[in-house]
């Protein structure tokens, strides 16, 4: 896997497979908002994804804004990794 969407469609490929519900975000107004957010049995996780090729780096904005999603108590996950996919998806299905 070698981009960001390679990397987001194995997300919404094996969140399908868990039956957990994926949306790809926009959040007008707001910019540095999370890319995607899951939805399962109550729970929402929201996840920013960054190219696999180590290239991607949080802007200041996404910063800003995981931090202040943090701070209410919202889960959010940074990634570029596949396995950490694989670990996202498992915290819904334990």
């Given at each position: 896997?070698?981009?960001?969407?390679?990397?987001?469609?194995?997300?919404?490929?094996?969140?399908?497979?868990?039956?957990?519900?994926?949306?790809?975000?926009?959040?007008?107004?707001?910019?540095?908002?999370?890319?995607?957010?899951?939805a399962?049995?109550?729970?929402?996780?929201?996840?920013?994804?960054?190219?696999?090729?180590?290239?991607?780096?949080?802007?200041?904005?996404?910063?800003?804004?995981?931090?202040?999603?943090?701070?209410?108590?919202?889960?959010?996950?940074?990634?570029q990794?596949?396995?950490?996919?694989?670990?996202?998806?498992?915290?819904?299905?334990?």
């Amino acid at each position: 896997m070698t981009t960001e969407r390679g990397l987001q469609e194995y997300l919404k490929r094996e969140a399908k497979k868990n039956r957990i519900s994926f949306f790809k975000m926009e959040c007008v107004g707001r910019s540095g908002f999370p890319d995607v957010m899951l939805a399962f049995n109550g729970r929402c996780i929201f996840v920013e994804l960054k190219s696999p090729t180590g290239k991607g780096r949080l802007s200041a904005r996404q910063k800003l804004m995981i931090e202040e999603l943090t701070n209410q108590g919202v889960e959010v996950y940074v990634t570029q990794d596949k396995e950490v996919i694989d670990l996202i998806i498992a915290k819904f299905t334990d």
